[in-house]
């Protein structure tokens, strides 16, 4: 326990210092937000891949997806890689460099007003991000306090919550960007080590990948084959979300406005792709060991009263079983550097729109930098409490959190930003109409009981298709 500890505390006085040393480089709001709009491909990289995984994919969507679907989850981690970081990357990774130059903006919500000249889009995407990324904040948050309360027994869940709120707090007020993708190199070294002992010590444990197989093939030989026991639509709506969604997810794009040049993308593309695939896989391969490792005799605190799997509780409890005490500790900060980082993304942008795209594009337009600049640390602070407060809740599972969030976010957005990029006649009409009807779509469908990483790939199915039909309905001449 006292090495735990003692790690813990060295990274957490780490996280601090290089928070500081950002601070000091801070000197106005796009060094703030955007590290000046010249951070290297490495940095850039590290910083996509570490935002786009969290511990919510490692203890949510990896411990039942893995339960339920067996080997068939990996195809998640690989289309993730392919599609979610590889065609991102390459698609859209100078466009969007190129439009926040040509445009002069920071944010989505800027380049939705601007380029469709709609003062409407501009705030109701400010107000689609705030509300739709806290959610997901939060079950980052429970995601990692469920890891905690594993690895250090006696504290309890709340306690957990409050640290992790109080430090990444700390940590983003103070640096913001540039701190940020400062420490995203070492984060991701750190997941890149952690996932590699993670992935040796779960096939040494299950006496190799054919005794593995075996055995799941002995619970139900669904889960080894291509298309795990729910089915296609299922998986295929959890690969679409998690892969289609980051097109136009703020805090992802936002990495590409503050890259240094287009040299940088290639590189970046390159390294964050290796990252993506190797994280991914190795995620949801180890999920789909958990119905070989776990059961309500061996490990009861997994398992709900009724015998079904508490499904967020699946990977810490795994963990605590297939990895020696001695490196428990390499795995705790590799889900604390994976989920430190996409905190870091979703606050920095979720603040954003309130201060730079709600606040002083519309209350009060003019602000000054210093000033603005300090409403985003205010903000960022505002936005990890109201997090820390939906995480002690735990409205949902972590899967149907993520679900409903990446489905509003991907449903509002994919449809005027996707075209907004690629296709010159696409006008405000389709822009507000696609972003309206794929939000609604995506919501109804989820009230009405359809699960949520469903109704989100429905919902950003309609986006995509009603702004360029809408679009050609409504030009001129």
């Known amino acids: 326990m006292f090495v735990k500890i003692l790690a813990l505390s060295l990274y957490a006085l780490m996280v601090i210092a290089i928070g500081y040393m950002g601070m000091k480089k801070t000197r106005s709001f796009s060094d703030f937000f955007l590290g000046g709009g010249n951070i290297g491909p490495w940095m850039s990289a590290f910083s996509y891949g570490t935002a786009y995984f969290s511990a919510v994919v490692f203890i949510g969507f990896a411990g039942k997806v893995g339960w339920y679907f067996g080997y068939s989850g990996m195809w998640i981690g690989i289309f993730n890689g392919l599609v979610g970081v590889l065609g991102v990357w390459w698609l859209l990774g100078w466009k969007i460099k190129k439009m926040s130059v040509e445009y002069k903006v920071h944010t989505l919500s800027e380049y939705l007003e601007k380029r469709y000249n709609s003062p409407f889009l501009k705030l109701f995407a400010s107000i689609t991000i705030f509300v739709f990324l806290i959610p997901y904040s939060a079950a980052v948050f429970i995601g990692l306090s469920y890891l905690f309360t594993s690895t250090f027994p006696g504290i309890e869940y709340w306690h957990a919550v409050l640290f992790i709120g109080i430090f990444t707090a700390i940590y ?11 420490i995203d190199v070492i984060f991701g070294m750190i997941m890149i080590a952690g996932v590699i002992v993670l992935v040796i010590f779960t096939i040494n444990r299950g006496d190799g990948i054919g005794h593995i197989s075996d055995a799941l093939r002995n619970i139900n030989p669904k889960l080894t084959s291509a298309i795990g026991p729910p089915g296609w639509w299922p998986l295929f709506s959890l690969v679409a979300l998690t892969s289609i969604a980051p097109f136009a997810m703020p805090q992802l794009v936002q990495k590409f406005y503050a890259i240094r040049d287009r040299k940088s993308i290639m590189t970046g593309m390159i390294a964050s792709t290796f990252f993506a695939l190797l994280i991914g896989i190795i995620a949801y391969f180890i999920g789909s060991t958990t119905p070989i490792f776990l059961n309500p005799d061996v490990a009861p605190a997994a398992f709900l009263p009724d015998g ?7 990977i810490p409890e795994l963990l605590t079983r297939i990895i020696p005490e001695s490196l428990s500790i390499v795995i705790l900060l590799l889900l604390l550097s994976a989920s430190m980082s996409t905190l870091a993304a979703l606050i920095l942008i979720s603040s954003s729109s309130l201060s730079k795209d709600f606040y002083a594009g519309f209350i009060n337009k003019q602000v000054s930098d210093s000033g603005l600049t300090r409403l985003m640390r205010y903000s960022n602070g505002f936005f990890v409490l109201l997090s820390m407060i ?7 599972t972590i899967v149907a959190i993520l679900g409903v969030s990446w489905g509003a976010i991907g449903a509002a957005f994919l449809g005027p ?17 696609s972003a309206v009807a794929g939000l609604s779509v995506c919501l109804l469908l989820y009230l009405w009981g359809m699960p949520s990483p469903e109704a989100g790939t429905i919902g950003m199915g309609v986006s995509l298709a009603v702004n360029p039909l809408i679009s050609l309905m409504t030009r001129k001449g």
């Open 417 to 433: 930003f996707i075209w907004g990029l690629f296709y010159k006649r696409a006008n405000v009409y389709g822009a507000i109409s």
């Open 308 to 314: 079904k799997p508490n499904v967020d509780a699946l």
């Open 172 to 182: 983003l007020v103070m640096g913001g960007y540039k701190s940020m993708a400062m």
């Open 390 to 396: 939906i995480a002690f809740l735990k409205p949902d």
